[in-house]
């Protein structure tokens, strides 16, 4: 059998042990949650971001489109039109045809 004093030292230090595995374990656990939230609030800003470039280029895009239809404009007149710089012309061109 154990003495009083030194078992009652073993079982506080066990409790302790327990508690801070408990805690810690609540920490990660909110800390994954937080994590997570976060992650998705800059996944959505970077979306957004990326959504109106996209929207951006497929709107020039259709401008560019409709000056060749509807105006008989050469790609490069549309182009130049809509004031875009003559170095993006050629990544651009690929996007049309």
Aim: charged share 45%; hydrophobic share 30%.
């Amino acid at each position: 059998m154990k003495e009083p004093d030194n078992y009652a030292a073993y079982l506080n230090r066990e409790m302790e042990i327990l508690d801070y595995k408990s805690m810690m374990k609540q920490e990660r656990s909110e800390g994954r949650a937080e994590g997570r939230e976060e992650g998705r609030e800059e996944g959505r800003v970077e979306g957004r971001a990326e959504g109106r470039a996209e929207g951006r280029i497929e709107e020039r895009l259709d401008n560019i489109k409709n000056l060749m239809i509807n105006k008989k404009f050469t790609v490069e007149d549309a182009l130049s039109a809509l004031g875009i710089p003559e170095e993006n012309w050629d990544s651009i061109k690929s996007k049309i045809k």
